[in-house]
């Protein structure tokens, strides 16, 4: 596996992990009231965004390199 594509697949996890995290905190913000999980939630959903981006551009700088 090369490095570009170890870094994708890092990546997707990476988007995956922090999207559910911020749905699960902002769902036990309505659970429990708590108004850190909401900052919590947001911020995670936040960070997914963020990688998104940085994933769309990682992609476009590199579309020249292959995967092995």
């Keep these: 596996m090369s490095l570009k594509a170890f870094h994708i697949a890092f990546i997707v996890i990476s988007i995956l992990f922090t999207g559910l995290f911020g749905v699960w905190g902002i769902y036990d913000f309505f659970a429990s009231g708590s108004v850190e999980n909401l900052l919590m939630g947001v911020f995670s959903l936040g ?21 092995l």
């Excluded at 960070?47 to 995967?67: H, T």
């Design 47 to 67: 960070l997914a965004v963020a990688l998104i981006i940085y994933s769309s551009w990682f992609l476009k700088k590199l579309k020249n390199v292959s995967f």
